[in-house]
């Protein structure tokens, strides 16, 4: 039976002396004294929980009660978070070696395993074919929140290191392990140091044949909107390498991600994998070049996905306009 929902349905359901019988007349098309089937209920269990969540957000014990649920997930979601040194400690013992290239991505799940139940996260992918249709590939990805990660191990690659910045060293034991896994630092104060430590990276990608994940605009965006300005790091690398450019962008998740907010809430993100940028033939003058059409088709599709997020939780469309 099909879903007919109304949208006066928030003042009637608060109104209605029988709450079941309402949801089954108005939301569902079924008469009062008719059954609810099973069949007729699964079609509609996301409508449902979509307004369930508007009506209680009517009520002041009911926002209170949904934001007290919210803080506990948020807690929740960071003992998990602080699980995850041990978790990769225990995986590099037992997978020393070349396997130690896998690390990130079993991190990356690890993480996306517990917080994507605990806070209730949907992520949807498009382009997974673009994946592994290169080796090696440097993947650049949109970077908007520190927990980017359970979003990304939806897409992250097999034999794949991460270049990060060099303050993530200095984490005691965390930095550690992340560099026993086969990961690199990049001094970003010192660009001498900075070119050299990605030429060597370029040379071990060559060798070993594994996979660069990096973000271009080199911090966290927090503008909450479009991207920032790339680094040529990871340009002049793909194209030492001759190999493609594989561009991964993130749609706005910073909403859903912010656990350390009370206000944090379940959603969905998408994230669009874009067609390999190929670079054989090019040198280093063509860098420049490289990055403005990476960063171009970057931010177009991320304005798309910010539209399709923005048509689906309207609310969010209402706070980005006030902040801008």
Known sequence: MRCVPRKDFACQILSMPSVVSHLKREWFGVERN?????????????????????????????????????????????????????????????????????????????????????????????????????????FVNNHQHYLDAVVISEVFPQRTVVAAKMGLRRIPVAGKLFELAGNVFIDRSDPQKAVAALRRLGEKMRREKINLWIFPEGKLNHKKSGLLPFKKGPFHTAIQLQA????????????????????????????????????????????????AITRERMLAAYLDLESKIHEAFPQLAIAHEKTR
């Open 34 to 138: 008719s059954k609810l089937m099973l069949c007729d209920w699964q079609p509609c269990r996301r409508l449902l929980r979509q307004k369930i969540l508007t009506v209680m957000s009517m009520n002041k014990f009911c926002t209170k009660f949904s934001n007290l649920l919210s803080l506990i997930r948020s807690y929740l979601s960071l003992m998990w978070l602080g699980l995850t040194p041990a978790a990769l400690a225990i995986w590099l013992f037992f997978h020393l070696g070349e396997s130690r290239y896998n690390a990130d991505r079993f991190v990356t799940r690890f993480i996306r395993w517990g917080v994507q139940r605990i806070a209730r996260l949907d992520i949807e992918v498009a382009g997974r074919e673009h994946l592994q249709s290169h080796q090696p590939a440097v």
């Open 244 to 291: 493609p450019i594989v561009p991964v962008v993130t749609g706005p998740s910073y909403h859903f991600l912010d656990v350390l907010s009370g206000n944090r809430r379940p959603g969905k993100v998408w994230i669009e994998v874009l067609e390999p940028i190929l670079t054989q033939g090019l040198t280093s003058d063509d860098v420049d070049e490289l990055m």
